[in-house]
Structure formats: C-alpha cells, structure tokens
C-alpha cells in the first residue's frame, strides 16, 4: 500500500522537491543579497549622509535604488511562505476527496486491509513528503526573513510565523484537510473550503488566543503639557518598543493587572473619556483632560507582546496546532470508518 | 464456517428521503453463482454495496461469510473480491503497477494469474488505464478481483457496456474462477442470457425489496404457464399465485407460482423459460410499485 500511496503523488512530489529547491535557491541568494547591500547601507560610509567623492555617491545611491527593488520582490517571496500551507492542502485533499470522488476508495477499501491502516499508510506517507518540504523551507525562510527584517521578526502590527511554527501550521492544515474531504467529498471544494478554514483559524490563534498564552506587557502613554513663558511644552511619556507586537491600546481601569478590556468595558469608558476630553476647562490648562482621567481611576495604555517573547510564543502557538492537529487526526480514524463511499 | 455467504435480515437502507433498501431478508448458500436481477434504481449495487462493507444499513443487518462487512475486519476483506459498477482504477497506473498494488493490499496475490489472465486478453502489463478501452478496463478491474483469490466475488454489472466478445471472455474468465477455486459468486446483471447461461441461483429486486430469491432450477420448476383459449374466468388450481396475465381474445394465459402440483386438466400447462419468469416478477414489480403485493392470493387480485 505504500508503494500505491507513493505511486500516486510521485509525479506531483517530485516537481514539488523541485520548485522548493528553486525556492530556497533564491531564497539564500536574495538574503545575501539583501544583508549585503544593508551592510553597506547601514554599517558602511553611506550612513553618515556625507557620501565624498561622486563615485562613492553613485555607489550609495546604487545600493539604495538596488535595496528597494528588492523590498519590492521580496513581498512576493514573503507571500511563499504560505507554500508549506498550500502543500499540506494539496496533499490533505488527495488523502481522501480525490479518491472519493474517482471512487478509487471502493478498490482501495475492498483490498484485504482495513480503512484504518489504509489511511495511516497513506497519511504516514503524506507527512513525510510534507515535511521533507516543509522543514528545510521553513527554516530558510527563517533565516531570510531575518535578513529582511534586520533582525526583527516582531512589528507592532503583526508577527512573522516562522521556524518549527510553519511546520506545524502545514500539519494541521493536512490534517484538517483530509477531515473536510471526507465531509466535502470534492477535491476543488475541499481545497477551497480548508485554505478558507486554516486562514480563520490562524488568525483566531493569532488575534484570540496569542495575548492569551504568553505574558504581556503594559505600558503607560500620556502626554504631559507645560507652559512657560507663554509657549506650550508637549512631553509625551511611555512608548510601546518598535519591535514589539500590539495587542492592544487605548483607556483601560487603573487597577493592577487590568490587562486587556473587554468590548463591554471599552464601550462602558467611552463616555468617561469623552467627558474628560470635551472639559471646558481643557483651555485653561490642556493637563486636566489627564487630572480628570486619573481621577476616574483611567489611563491610556499600550498592551504589547515584547520580542523577548517571541520565540516563546512560537513554541506554545506550535504546540497549540499540533494538539488540535493530534486531535483531528483522531476525530479522522473514527470518521473514515463509518464514510460511506 | 457458516453454510451462508451472505445473510440479510430486514436490511434497509436509506439515502435522505429515499430508500435504495426496504426489509430485504436473504440468505444465499456457499458454492453458487447468484444472479442480482431488478430494474435500474432496485437497490442491487446498494445491496452488494453494504456487502462489500462500503456502506452501512440504515437499519437491519448483513452478514458476508459470517462476519459483518462494515466492521472492517482484515480476514472478510482477504475472503471478499468486489468489482465496482464504475471499475474504479488508478487511471494513471500501468497495468503491472496496479498489480503490484494488488500484490502488496492482498497476502493471497496470484500475480502468475493475474499475467496469465490479461495476457489471454492482449492487455500488455505496460499499458496505462487511462489508454485501455472501456472493456478492457472492466477486465483489468475483474481481473484485481480473481488474482486476490477470493472466495466470494461480489461483481456488480461486470459485463455492462461490453461487446459480445469481451462478454464472452469476462463470462469464461468468471467460469473458470469458480471452477478452479469453488469460488461464489454474487454477480448484478441486466442480461437475462447470463442468468441462464452461468448462474444457479436468482435474486430478484424490484423497487428496493426482494421479489423472489431461489434456485434456478427450483425457480423454473415452480412456475407455469397456465391457459385457457376459452375463457378469462375460469377458476385457478388451489396453491397457485398469478405472477403475469396475458388476454387473447377470449381466453387468457397466467403465469403462476405453484405451491402445489397442479391436477386440473381445464387448464393447458405449459413450462415458462427463465427469462419469462423474470420479466413477470420485473413487470409485476413495476405494475405495482411495491412488491409487498407480488404474491396477493388469485381471489383479491384485479388484473387488467
């Protein structure tokens, strides 16, 4: 049966072998490309500004023109870092969809071995080929987003997935994959319908379940406005790190550990900051809009996941989309035993 | 080793608001050639569907050589070759490599049958599924079956879509299987020629339940034509059921069903073929939608 199983996806895996190695080619090749040139950009003579001679400035300017062409295709290559992804759902739909709509399941099933080491053998066979693939991508796609990013895998809007974390995402889309064949029965729709899922669902891991799995940090951001001599002095206090991931700003109770309101909460401040902000004192002196926040017990914060953090997160997020994975596979074994085909 | 190879009691099956199956109950013994016969949408390939143990009753049971089929039980599969009515193959597969398929799913793989087998049909091992005609591919399909060397073939319409000379070697192919290794056979068929010519056992299903189930033999002994050139009223013999009516003229001719021989000289007898005894209960199926009315006493049936 393994033999059949790899007899059906040879042809499929080979190309794919192929495309990843061309991949990863122009991966490593615009990675250090790209560390280059932000060497020279960054460490180099063109920092100061005073780029001398001509040559020289034609060179920085050179570099600089080369930099950007490459932020631009680099957008591209980032987007492949979903390929793992696609693979496992490829790979998902031909565990079970393909082979019940082409009914090969009636010859398969009625061979003398049962649904169970059937599917085993065929989704044993389908992990590997994914992770043969999805391993070396991941990382190298660890390493090159380290490139781009100049060290920061962490922004204020988003986080890059990265490492182990792409393997594991690519697991659980096989898996879930193959349990959604069974129940859509369609290759195309199969596909369509999992990317659809293993979309929402990452995003639910990473917008829900994210702040939830690794310790947050919270700091207070206030303007503080002084005047003197007749001008106006703006002090801004407390700012969330650039490499690090927001989760969250705005007003929030000023009670220990606070952390993130809920939706009922934010509405329930709303009114109290609109009423600090419209003070008709604000005039006279700009600082009672804070005078009054904190004596409604209020302040502005901003709740971040710090970049210390990060591969931690990883880690728990990758765990989290295994046991999920774990516990479709199961859900899978009993399944397959009572589809009828 | 249960004397049955497959067992159904009041099995039903049900697909939405549809019955394929209803109350069917069955028992087909060892060592036969069983004809599935009925009209297309009667529940055959349902039938030998939960046979095989690709689809579970809505209700009642099955039992294939004594075990139940959807439990996915490793020695039933060995024991079972089922030929789908689509001929599911990996179409991109050669021939050799779906044997090799065969060989490595089945520990009772004759791969020197299965050679021998498609050599006698001019396949080549190195054709692909995909290039091989439709029959071809149905001989390719019943030859995955035969190689296992089961001991039951479940074959739904093995022979649909041939022409008379792939018929033929499918048929002899089928023949010599079961001769060489005492194999049983369930096989579905439209062609009423292959029941008589290679089965000893007829299963008719009409409107998703079983219209009669017997041997062949006792089946054509059972049943006689009854006329009478003079008359439509006369009195029927006791212990018969009219199957089918036929008026000429004045006088009529019943199909019957005796359960007791007939000692009426009033009526001209006369022994059916098997294809006519088929066509009244497949006709009579159809006349009355429901078969629970196929075997209605003489007195309370009102013939057109």
């Keep these: 049966m393994t033999w059949a199983a790899w007899r059906i ?33 960054i460490t180099g003579r063109c920092l100061s500004g005073t780029y001398g001679s001509t040559p020289h400035l034609v060179y920085c300017h050179n570099v600089d023109t080369r930099l950007m062409r490459l932020e631009g295709f680099d957008r591209y290559l980032a987007g492949l870092s979903i390929a793992p992804v696609i693979l496992a759902i490829i790979l998902g739909t031909n565990l079970i969809a393909s082979e019940v709509e082409h009914k090969t399941v009636r010859l398969a099933w009625t061979q003398s071995l049962t649904r169970s080491k059937w599917m085993s053998t065929k989704f044993t066979l389908e992990l590997a080929m994914l992770l043969i693939i999805a391993i070396p991508l991941s990382f190298t796609y660890s390493w090159w987003f380290e490139a781009v990013a100049y060290g920061s895998r962490v922004r204020p809007t988003h986080l890059f997935f990265d490492g182990w974390l792409m393997v594991a995402i690519a697991i659980f889309a096989l898996v879930a994959t193959s349990l959604l064949g069974g129940v859509v029965r369609r290759p195309a729709w199969t596909f369509a319908s999992a990317l659809v899922i293993v979309l929402i669902f990452s995003w639910y891991v990473q917008t829900d379940i994210n702040p939830k799995i690794v310790p947050l940090h919270t700091v207070n951001i ?118 009828r085909v | 080793m249960s004397e049955w190879v497959l067992q159904a009691d009041s099995l039903s099956k049900r697909f939405g ?32 569907r939960l046979a095989a143990g690709l689809s579970q009753p809505t209700s009642g049971t099955i039992e294939v050589l004594g075990h139940d089929p959807h439990k996915s039980n490793e020695d039933l599969l060995r024991r079972i070759g089922y030929l789908d009515q689509e001929r599911p193959l990996y179409r991109g597969f050669r021939v050799r490599e779906l044997f090799r398929f065969g060989a490595d799913a089945n520990p009772g793989w004759d791969m020197q049958a299965a050679h021998l087998y498609v050599d006698q049909l001019g396949i080549s091992l190195n054709d692909r599924v995909n290039s091989l005609s439709g029959g071809q591919q149905a001989q390719v399909a019943l030859t995955m079956c035969l190689a296992k060397k089961p001991e039951l073939l479940i074959l739904d319409e093995p022979a649909a879509a041939l022409d008379p000379v792939a018929r033929e070697d499918l048929l002899r192919l089928l023949m010599r299987q079961v001769s060489d290794n005492g194999s049983s056979v369930i096989l579905s068929t439209h062609a009423l020629s292959d029941v008589e010519s290679i089965c000893d056992y007829l299963v008719i299903l009409s409107h998703s339940r079983i219209a009669l189930c017997d041997d062949v033999d006792f089946i054509v002994e059972s049943h006689r034509f009854l006329s009478d050139p003079t008359s439509s009223n006369s009195r029927l013999p006791d212990g018969t059921t009219i199957m089918d009516t036929r008026i000429s003229g004045r006088g009529v001719t019943h199909l019957v069903k005796m359960d007791l021989p007939i000692v009426d000289d009033s009526w001209q007898i006369s022994e059916p073929t098997l294809d006519e005894i088929i066509l009244a209960y497949l006709r009579q199926g159809v006349r009355n939608g429901l078969l629970d009315h196929v075997e209605t006493p003489v007195n309370t049936r009102v013939l057109p």
């Design chain 2, 17 to 48: 608001r549809k019955w394929a199956l209803r109350d069917c109950t069955v028992s087909i013994p060892q060592g036969k050639v069983v004809a599935l016969v009925g009209p297309n949408g009667a529940g055959k390939s349902t039938l030998l």
């Design chain 1, 9 to 41: 996806l040879r042809t499929f895996f080979l190309v794919v072998v192929a495309l990843t190695i061309v991949l990863i080619i122009v991966l490593i090749v615009d990675g250090v490309d790209i560390r280059s040139l932000s060497h020279s950009l």
């Design chain 1, 222 to 339: 206030g303007v503080k406005v002084t005047v003197r001599k007749g001008v106006m002095h703006v002090i801004n206090f407390g700012q969330q790190p650039s490499n690090s991931w927001s989760v969250f700003s705005g007003y929030e109770p000023l009670a220990p550990g606070g952390g993130i309101p809920n939706k009922g909460q934010e509405i329930s401040l709303e009114d109290d900051v609109t009423n600090c902000q419209n003070l008709p004192s604000l005039n006279a002196n700009p600082n009672n809009q804070m005078i009054c926040l904190s004596k409604l017990n209020l302040r502005y914060v901003a709740i971040y996941v710090a970049d210390s953090e990060y591969w931690d997160l990883q880690l728990r997020d990758g765990i989290l989309y295994l046991s999920v994975a774990g516990a479709l596979l199961a859900v899978n074994f009993w399944f397959i035993r009572r589809l």
